[in-house]
């Protein structure tokens, strides 16, 4: 069926490193897809979109990268911070409701 | 308030009672979602309200599961007869107008445990 899955549970870098994320997608008829950040207790936060017209995108220190062709889909964080510790998950979005399908999550954790 | 919130933050249950969960959207969002969060998963679609119609149950997991839109305000999600398998967190979110291409405010969800 369909799914939108992360290729590695735990990625663990050092402050200051950059670190990238990666998620697999399924649907190539899907043609919207966002990062969300999850911090421990809390809802997911939001952090970029892009559309499938797009290949990058480009937000403060965060950058999303979309291969249709191989249905890949990456976020880059530049210069990673103790803050920047969180379960991070891509999500498609799904017909035209806006119901998001999500991925199953990388733990990200920053070592100073 | 500034964000979506939901009550209670957390609830524990006995199997077979009935439980209901509170979501309050971002005021004027029209769309409201309710997704399920299992430890250590990503989130799952329940049920999508634009207003106070829900074109999208299509997550509703079975029969126990409903959902219920006051306008476009507070919604509540019921789950009766609960089971263990229900335990989880259950997360609301909200924007401003439905559809794709429309962020998705998340509330702090409800962490159900059923014993």
């Known amino acids: 069926g369909e799914s939108v899955g992360l290729h590695l549970p735990t990625l663990s870098v050092q402050e200051g490193d950059n670190s990238i994320i990666n998620c697999a997608y399924s649907n190539s008829a899907s043609d919207y897809f966002i990062w969300y950040k999850q911090e421990s207790g809390k809802g997911p936060q939001f952090i970029i979109d892009?559309?499938?017209?797009?290949d990058k995108r480009q937000g403060q220190r965060v950058t999303v990268l979309l291969n249709k062709t191989v249905k890949h889909l990456s976020l880059q964080i530049a210069a990673t911070q103790p803050g920047d510790s969180a379960v991070y998950f891509c999500a498609e979005n799904i017909g035209n409701t806006g119901k998001l399908i999500f991925g199953q999550g990388t733990t990200l954790q920053v070592k100073p | 308030g500034a964000g979506v919130s939901q009550s209670p933050s957390n609830k524990v249950t006995e199997k077979g009672k009935d439980v209901e969960l509170r979501c309050d959207p971002i005021?004027?969002?029209?769309?409201l979602y309710w997704y399920r969060q299992r430890l250590g998963q990503g989130l799952e679609f329940l049920i999508y309200f634009q207003g106070n119609s829900a074109p999208d149950k299509s997550g509703l997991p079975s029969d126990r599961f409903s959902a219920e839109r006051t306008g476009e305000s507070v919604s509540t999600l019921t789950i009766q007869r609960t089971q263990q398998e229900d335990s989880a967190v259950y997360l609301c979110?909200?924007?401003?107008?439905?559809?794709?291409?429309?962020?998705?405010?998340f509330g702090p969800g409800t962490r159900l445990t059923v014993l």
């Open positions: 005021s004027g969002h029209t769309a």
């Open positions: 892009i559309r499938s017209n797009m």
């Open positions: 979110a909200s924007s401003s107008i439905g559809g794709r291409f429309n962020e998705q405010f």
